[in-house]
């Protein structure tokens, strides 16, 4: 009988949640929340010289940023001590495992050995116990390591549920060190303890732990356990057909925020990172859970195209809920100085303004003239404003002095002015932009006007054209 599905994102919290872990944590999600399983985040703090209280926060910061919630957990490695070296004790018992005591300056010499002769460095099994076989006196100057006995005949196969069949000879595996000298058990040990005490059925991961899982196998094997389904998932290279580094902070999944990009447009942007769905580009993270599987994954390499994230950061920006929008503009904005936002309305200018904008920095860098002064533009000035310019400008107030401050009714008016004054609609146009909004770029210059409101308005305009 099949179990309930539950995967696992395990991080090693050396550095930021970057891209490509961030893209293995969402399948290992949607796959779980596709089966109606669960989701395990497990932090593999071991490392302990390079692992961080920051970098944890970095990674938990990501998760709760993407929303990839997690049903179980955080658990961490280094609370589970006891549980791995109760297990090797075990293994000790029952010969799964033996003492090495092999010293640095041996197994360096053996390792220069064997490079002279051509062959592939690997432990040669010296204080492996084998029947028949005496063993020296152990050393007592030589705190011992504990190796993992590995099969040394056969193949440890398994079938991929993304790059297919593999199969590895039991001969090109070592005995593998479980647990170092001071007994701190090792990374692939705790791997493998950890996913089967937690009942994890399907190990999706990057396609660099390839190398582990042969060995991984042959250790669940030889505890008794269950072994999972493996499914590697291919590098993910940047625009450059370069591999993403790790520990470049241009990747970090926090960067992307910072940057101005919506948790939807990243999610979506991953998503689609070397799997599809038909010709489906844009989607929801409901439609992404019905249809993800790991059948159309590609098991080529997937390249970052930052042109595509922005084109669907500007589509989420255009099409999500204002209010949404406007959640994320406030921060951004009083990272300008604007605080207080009362008027004009945020959701009528984020209205006007949102066509225009690929992320959320430079929607609130182009809106903050709304809520403050904003500094003119000299080269448009000088371009726009001409001798005759304030005699149009005067026409336009003279009009609109009784009239309704409504984009209609201020179209119409502006209109007017053209008409009698013989001009082109950008000879007034512009220097109005210029005095609003400090340049001559806007949506339309009634829309503008009408949102920032009348005496917002006439105080600017009066400001770079004074009533004579």
Same mark, same amino acid.
């Given at each position: 009988?099949?179990?309930?599905?539950?995967?696992?994102?395990?991080?090693?919290?050396?550095?930021? +949640?970057?891209?490509?872990?961030?893209?293995?944590?969402?399948?290992?999600?949607?796959?779980?929340?596709?089966?109606?399983?669960?989701?395990?985040?497990?932090?593999?703090?071991?490392?302990?010289?390079?692992?961080?209280?920051?970098?944890?926060?970095?990674?938990?910061?990501?998760?709760?940023?993407?929303?990839?919630?997690?049903?179980?957990?955080?658990?961490?490695?280094?609370?589970?001590?006891?549980?791995?070296?109760?297990?090797?004790? !075990?293994?000790?018992?029952?010969?799964?495992?033996?003492?090495?005591?092999?010293?640095?300056?041996?197994?360096?010499?053996?390792?220069? $050995?064997?490079?002279?002769?051509?062959?592939?460095?690997?432990?040669?099994?010296?204080?492996?116990?084998?029947?028949?076989?005496?063993?020296?006196?152990?050393?007592?100057?030589?705190?011992?390591?504990?190796?993992? !006995?590995?099969?040394?005949?056969?193949?440890?196969?398994?079938?991929?549920?993304?790059?297919?069949?593999?199969?590895?000879?039991?001969? *090109?595996?070592?005995?593998?060190?479980?647990?170092?000298?001071?007994?701190?058990?090792?990374?692939?040990?705790?791997?493998?303890?950890?996913?089967?005490?937690?009942?994890?059925?399907?190990?999706?991961?990057?396609?660099?732990?390839?190398?582990?899982?042969?060995?991984?196998?042959?250790?669940?094997?030889?505890?008794?356990?269950?072994?999972?389904?493996?499914?590697?998932?291919?590098?993910?290279?940047?625009?450059?057909?370069?591999?993403?580094?790790?520990?470049?902070?241009?990747?970090?999944?926090?960067?992307?925020?910072?940057?101005?990009?919506?948790?939807?447009?990243?999610?979506?942007?991953?998503?689609?990172?070397?799997?599809?769905?038909?010709?489906?580009?844009?989607? $929801?993270?409901?439609?992404?859970?019905?249809?993800?599987? +790991?059948?159309?994954?590609?098991?080529?390499?997937?390249?970052?195209?930052?042109?595509?994230?922005?084109?669907?950061?500007?589509?989420?920006?255009?099409? +999500?809920?204002?209010?949404?929008?406007?959640?994320?503009?406030?921060?951004?904005?009083?990272?300008?100085?604007?605080?207080?936002?009362?008027?004009?309305?945020?959701?009528?200018?984020?209205?006007?303004?949102?066509?225009?904008?690929?992320?959320?920095?430079?929607?609130?860098?182009?809106?903050?003239?709304?809520?403050?002064?904003?500094?003119?533009? *000299?080269?448009?000035?000088?371009?726009?404003?001409?001798?005759?310019?304030?005699?149009?400008?005067?026409?336009?107030?003279?009009?609109?002095?009784?009239?309704?401050?409504?984009?209609?009714?201020?179209?119409?008016?502006?209109?007017?002015?053209?008409?009698?004054?013989?001009?082109?609609?950008?000879?007034?146009?512009?220097?109005?932009?210029?005095?609003?909004?400090?340049?001559?770029? $806007?949506?339309?210059?009634?829309?503008?006007? $009408?949102?920032?409101?009348?005496?917002?308005?006439?105080?600017?305009?009066?400001?770079?054209?004074?009533?004579?």
């Amino acid at each position: 009988m099949q179990s309930a599905v539950k995967t696992r994102f395990a991080p090693s919290p050396t550095g930021y +949640l970057h891209i490509g872990g961030a893209r293995t944590a969402l399948f290992s999600w949607a796959y779980a929340k596709r089966h109606g399983g669960q989701f395990i985040l497990r932090i593999e703090d071991t490392d302990v010289a390079r692992s961080t209280p920051e970098a944890v926060q970095a990674i938990l910061d990501g998760m709760a940023w993407l929303q990839l919630d997690h049903d179980e957990g955080p658990f961490y490695q280094m609370q589970r001590m006891d549980i791995y070296k109760a297990t090797i004790r !075990k293994m000790l018992e029952a010969g799964q495992a033996y003492y090495c005591y092999c010293s640095k300056e041996e197994l360096d010499a053996l390792r220069e $050995s064997q490079m002279q002769q051509g062959l592939k460095p690997r432990y040669d099994g010296r204080w492996r116990p084998e029947e028949g076989k005496v063993l020296p006196e152990p050393p007592k100057d030589v705190p011992p390591v504990v190796r993992f !006995k590995n099969p040394q005949d056969g193949v440890v196969a398994w079938d991929d549920m993304v790059k297919g069949r593999i199969e590895i000879a039991n001969a *090109e595996l070592d005995d593998l060190i479980i647990a170092r000298a001071d007994g701190t058990p090792t990374y692939n040990f705790c791997v493998v303890v950890d996913d089967w005490e937690m009942g994890v059925t399907q190990v999706i991961r990057g396609d660099d732990h390839v190398n582990n899982t042969p060995r991984q196998i042959n250790m669940l094997k030889a505890l008794g356990a269950q072994v999972p389904q493996y499914a590697h998932l291919s590098m993910i290279l940047g625009d450059d057909g370069q591999k993403l580094s790790k520990r470049h902070g241009a990747v970090s999944v926090m960067q992307y925020h910072e940057d101005g990009y919506l948790r939807e447009a990243v999610l979506n942007y991953l998503a689609r990172l070397g799997w599809s769905h038909g010709d489906d580009e844009v989607f $929801s993270m409901e439609q992404f859970c019905k249809w993800f599987d +790991l059948d159309h994954i590609t098991p080529s390499a997937a390249q970052f195209n930052t042109e595509k994230l922005n084109w669907l950061n500007a589509h989420y920006i255009k099409t +999500l809920p204002l209010e949404r929008i406007a959640a994320e503009v406030k921060p951004r904005l009083a990272k300008l100085g604007i605080n207080e936002i009362q008027t004009p309305d945020l959701l009528a200018v984020l209205n006007l303004y949102r066509e225009r904008a690929n992320n959320l920095n430079q929607l609130a860098q182009e809106i903050a003239f709304f809520y403050q002064m904003p500094a003119i533009n *000299e080269a448009d000035a000088t371009k726009h404003i001409q001798p005759e310019t304030a005699a149009y400008i005067e026409s336009f107030l003279e009009k609109t002095q009784d009239s309704d401050w409504t984009a209609d009714k201020l179209h119409d008016v502006l209109n007017q002015v053209v008409t009698e004054q013989q001009i082109k609609f950008p000879k007034l146009a512009m220097p109005l932009r210029v005095a609003l909004i400090g340049i001559a770029q $806007s949506p339309s210059i009634d829309q503008v006007m $009408s949102i920032l409101g009348k005496e917002h308005c006439l105080q600017r305009i009066r400001a770079l054209f004074p009533k004579k």
